[in-house]
């Protein structure tokens, strides 16, 4: 499972196996529908709002232009990340990535 995170800064990549939603609506979803938590993910971080933006207006909300370029780059390295679990499996991925 790739998804943003507000917990990591902007562009950071973490790779993991199981855990909480941590909130994320998204993800809650998803352990909902397959009944478990037990299953590896990659993380892209987009920072946290400013201020006291609301967090469900800030991860809707369209990205300027240099916030896209870095988050573009994450988004390579999450897939490259996936391929690493593949190939490779998740602890030589997460000591690469994380």
Known sequence: MVYDDLDLEQAQIR???GGSSGGHLGLTSIINSMGTQDFYRVRIGIGRPPG???PAAYVLQRL?????????FAVN??????????????????NKYN
Do not use: F, Y
């Not at 300027?64 to 573009?72: F, G, Q």
């Open 52 to 54: 006291r933006m609301n």
């Open 64 to 72: 300027k232009k240099k916030e896209l370029e870095s988050i573009s």
């Open 15 to 17: 790779v993991r196996r």
């Open 77 to 94: 390295d999450a897939a490259d990340a996936v391929e690493e679990i593949i190939q490779s499996g998740l602890e030589k991925a997460m």
